[in-house]
């Protein structure tokens, strides 16, 4: 059985960073897509970002584009998402997910974490 667990989350000041985690078991990171999604207050859940299983193709959010960074750890089961210059618009839940195909839609990834608040105050 696959799960995922985030953490990483907390509150911040704008224009500070935060490095989320996101920790598997049952599966490796390096042989799947990974992606980062978040869900505001009254929103819906919305995409952040997503790497390949090589990790050569990314794709980011136009929001966030130039201020995270999606990774993962080498032959690991951990992955991660760098956020800096935080703005208070992102304040949300961040979900880490994983999946067999990359793609930028909630039904592109088949397992998720149970999600990390991250608050920031301007």
């Known amino acids: 059985q696959v799960q995922l667990a985030e953490s990483g989350g907390g509150l911040v000041q704008a224009g500070g960073s935060l490095r989320l985690s996101c920790v598997a078991s049952?599966?490796?990171?390096?042989?799947?897509?990974i992606g980062w999604f978040r869900q505001a207050p009254g929103k819906e859940r919305e995409f952040v970002a997503a790497?390949?299983?090589?990790?050569?193709?990314?794709y980011y959010a136009y929001s966030v584009k130039g201020r995270v960074t999606i990774s993962r750890a080498s032959f690991s089961n951990t992955m991660y998402l760098q956020m800096n210059n935080l703005k208070p618009e992102d304040t949300a839940v961040y979900y880490c997910?994983?999946?067999?195909?990359?793609?930028?839609?909630?039904?592109?990834?088949?397992?998720w974490g149970q999600g990390t608040q991250v608050t920031v105050s301007s």
């Open positions: 997910t994983s999946g067999s195909r990359l793609g930028l839609s909630i039904s592109d990834y088949d397992y």
């Open positions: 790497a390949g299983r090589s990790g050569v193709t990314t």
């Open positions: 049952g599966r490796t990171f390096s042989n799947y897509a």
